[in-house]
């Protein structure tokens, strides 16, 4: 079945590591998405990439990298930048059009 | 830019019973998308309803259905029959439907649903 994988489920970071989150889709999708939740708020955009070899800055871009060298994949990595990397992050692919997001389970990221 | 604004952090409706979700959105586009999607404790995003502006026509899904009013920038959300397993928190959320736009979504903040048997 086509979907996203978002690994791993539960992610702990020590304090200057670096970590890198992993989402894989099999939906033929061009776009894909990474978002930030923290408790009781709503989804904040990181980055999002339209194409391969291509993404973007969105509202929350600092201390976080993305890496798109292939379509079925968009990596994040959370640097050591971030000061309060603690949350759940969202990974989300479309197509073009009038659809809805297609979103991973989600990776829940907490520093120790 | 485009904002999506959800006016009830928090609503409970009794089992069997129905239950209306706000959302009101600004924008200066004609065409666009709408949506509603669910987020259950288990933290999964589900599309519940999707709503193309150029339609008059609510979309319905079954229990859910939503009330667009384009003039007003409306469209909430109706369940109908409420059951425990719609406890969850529900995100309204646009997307342009301009050539142009990188098909980003907007959401808003979110409505949080408590069930009560």
């Known amino acids: 079945d ?3 994988t978002q690994s791993p489920k539960y992610l702990f970071r020590k304090e200057g590591q670096n970590v890198t989150l992993s989402c894989e889709q099999n939906l033929n ?3 894909m998405y990474w978002y930030r939740q923290d408790p009781g708020q709503g989804l904040r955009l990181i980055y999002y990439s339209q194409i391969v070899n291509d993404f973007q800055k969105g509202d929350i871009a600092e201390g976080y990298s993305v890496s798109r060298e292939k379509k079925e994949s968009f990596p994040l990595t959370v640097t050591s930048a971030q000061k309060n990397p603690t949350a759940f992050y969202l990974c989300a692919s479309s197509r073009p059009g009038g659809y809805g997001y297609t979103f ?3 990776t829940r990221l907490t520093v120790v | 830019a485009q904002t999506v604004t959800q006016s009830q952090p928090e609503m409970s409706v009794q089992e069997a019973e129905t239950v209306t979700l706000s959302c009101t ?3 200066s586009e004609s065409d666009y998308y709408l949506f509603w999607y669910k987020q259950p404790p288990s933290r999964q995003m589900i599309l519940v309803i999707r709503q193309e502006a150029y339609k008059q026509q609510n979309a319905t899904e079954n229990r859910f259905s939503v009330n667009f009013q384009k003039a007003a920038k409306s469209f909430s959300l109706k369940i109908s029959d409420s059951q425990l397993g719609d406890a ?3 995100f309204c959320a646009y997307r342009s439907a301009l050539r142009t736009s990188y098909d980003k979504v907007i959401f808003g903040p ?3 649903l408590s069930v009560i048997p």
């Open chain 2, 88 to 90: 969850a928190m529900y």
């Open chain 2, 25 to 27: 959105y600004d924008t």
């Open chain 1, 104 to 106: 991973g389970s989600g």
């Open chain 1, 2 to 4: 086509g979907g996203i």
């Open chain 1, 29 to 31: 999708h061009d776009a």
């Open chain 2, 110 to 112: 979110g409505t949080s």
